[in-house]
């Protein structure tokens, strides 16, 4: 037990976790170097082609005659909750800056999970290595932010591989071990993440707290009461590898042979079958942030929709959904995900793992809106807003905001806060030449392409960060898409009502840009606020009827046109227009 470490890498995203994360690979021996290769724990094929980490990844190495638990974290804001399970299972995290970033946003959030949670935090700046590194500068950031002396701060790189063996004997001697007594009978592992395989079922990732967990040995979920045999216990180095039992303090997994869903969740507590100990203190649930209604292009691909939201659900506990219908766009399921990105990774990975075809809805925030008749309703999508004058009072969530950036972009970033509706509450100096700006804003201003625009205003060198806060008042209205006279609820959205014509166009100026032409004239038209606020019409798609005649009386080509007349004239009538899965994508995305 006093041989065991186990610790997290916290940092912002793209501060080099998963590059540091290979050299302690390497430096302990877990992987030979023939079998090395770039970011070896971000197994998923969009975390490699991203450059990102997407899913945290636990693993385990033997240096100097100790046992070293590693759990691979996430740094997006998004993802924020993977960081904060992988931090109930360790007792300790290095956190990691840029030393050609320093200090942002993301940073300052994990950091806060890690304080509340008492763990022990090694700092250590990353990529010295580089030319445009302020190594000094950002040594002193983090020296003064955890209030330690200069030389506490130690120095990497995950490039060349400097400092990375002082780092890890850092770990060894600042982190304690696990505190779990082995010697008891009561066995418990507290659950962490989740994983599904064909053949094994459901694979259980977890932290063992008290006495043993062995290969056939009958277990439980303590909180859902289910049982089962494990099949199979062992650990990751990084590949999954089978031992004869998981011991206290140990990370590892057991394979539950289950192949239905839904019959545990991330937090609860695996114990003997028919034990009395008390379930571990879990997770806090996740709270979703952006709702969007995924659809099958196909209503025959709805069964395996479903299968494959299952299927994610038991590696993503953030992700949320439920069934729900559209006149138009038939059965399909309201999702709630942590924010945009979620959004993006979770339908790129339905439509890679299960080969889906998808129709996603503009995505939206939750509302509380009183009708007329006195009722309060919780809406979720755009299609459940109420009429405009069936609307008493809205209220929206808000959000505390935090800014990082150099000083000389204040400027900027000033008139972007107050555009998107921004109350700035204070303006601070971090360090020499940066500042924080926190800030209170609606939910909705933050997705709307706020990211985005700070990053373009501050050439790059911002962050942000955000958590929420209470209801407040919301001046909003439904703004809705019709396709040849005909709603599509997929381009419904709320918007601010003095955003509403500037929004409305946008939307019929963008859907004209990128909707293939149909054999048929299509208007394309934005309603709210009770009236059309714009229109455009989409022209028909031509056809040379007459080509093939030479020659003869022009009254025969005459005939042609009339006859092609007439049934473009029809299809207006009775035609619907088709719309593409890659125009729904590209409704959804950012500008």
Partial sequence: MTQIRNFSIIAHIDHGKSTLADRFLELAGTIEKRKMREQVLDSMELERERGITIKMQPVRMLWQDYVLNLIDTPGHIDFSY???????????????????????????????????????????????????????????????????????????????????????????????????????????????????????????????MEGEIKKGESLEFAVSGHTFTALEVGIFSPQPTAKPFLKAGEIGYVVTGIKSPGFARVGDTIRARGSKAAPLSGYIEPKPVVWASIYPESQDDFILLRQGLSRLRLSDSALSFEEESSG??????????????????????????????????????????????????????????????????????????????????????????????????????????????????????????????????????????????????????RLDIFLADELVPAFSRIVAKHHAYEEAQAVVEKLYAILPRQQFAAKIQGRALGRILSSKTLPALRKDVTGYLYGGDRTRKMKLWAKQKRGKEKLKERGRVHIPEEVFLKMIKSE
């Fill in 328 to 477: 138009m766009l038939g059965r399909g399921f309201r999702c709630g995900f942590l924010g945009m990105l979620h959004l993006e990774i979770t339908t790129e990975r339905l439509r890679r793992e299960f080969a889906l075809s998808l129709v996603v809805t503009t995505p939206t925030i939750t509302y509380e809106v009183e009708t007329r008749d006195g009722k309060r309703h919780t809406v979720y999508s755009p299609a459940q807003f109420p009429e405009y004058g069936e609307i008493v009072h809205i209220w929206e969530p808000f959000v505390r905001a935090q800014v990082i950036a150099p000083s000389q972009y204040v400027g900027a970033i000033l008139p972007l806060l107050y555009a998107h509706e921004a109350s700035v509450e204070t303006t601070d100096t971090f360090s020499e030449g940066r500042v924080v700006i926190e800030a209170i804003m609606p939910l909705r201003e933050m997705m709307r392409n706020f990211f985005d625009k700070l990053k373009s205003a501050t050439s790059g060198y911002s962050s942000v960060s955000y958590e929420l806060r209470e209801l407040r008042s919301a001046d909003v209205a």
């Fill in 82 to 208: 993977e960081v904060s399970r992988a931090l109930s299972a360790v007792e300790g995290v290095i956190l990691l800056v840029d030393a050609t970033q320093g200090i942002q946003a993301q940073t300052l959030t994990t950091l806060r999970m890690a304080q509340a949670l008492e763990l022990v935090i090694v700092p250590a700046v990353s990529k010295i290595d580089s030319p445009l590194a302020q190594t000094n500068d950002t040594r002193q950031q983090l020296s003064s932010l955890l209030s330690v002396p200069l030389d506490q701060v130690l120095l990497c790189s995950g490039k060349t591989g400097e400092g990375v063996a002082e780092l890890l004997q850092a770990v060894i001697d600042l982190i304690p071990p696990p505190s779990a007594q082995t010697q008891t009978t009561l066995a418990r592992g507290l659950v962490f993440d989740f994983q599904y395989s064909d053949h094994q079922g459901v694979i259980v990732y977890l932290r063992i």
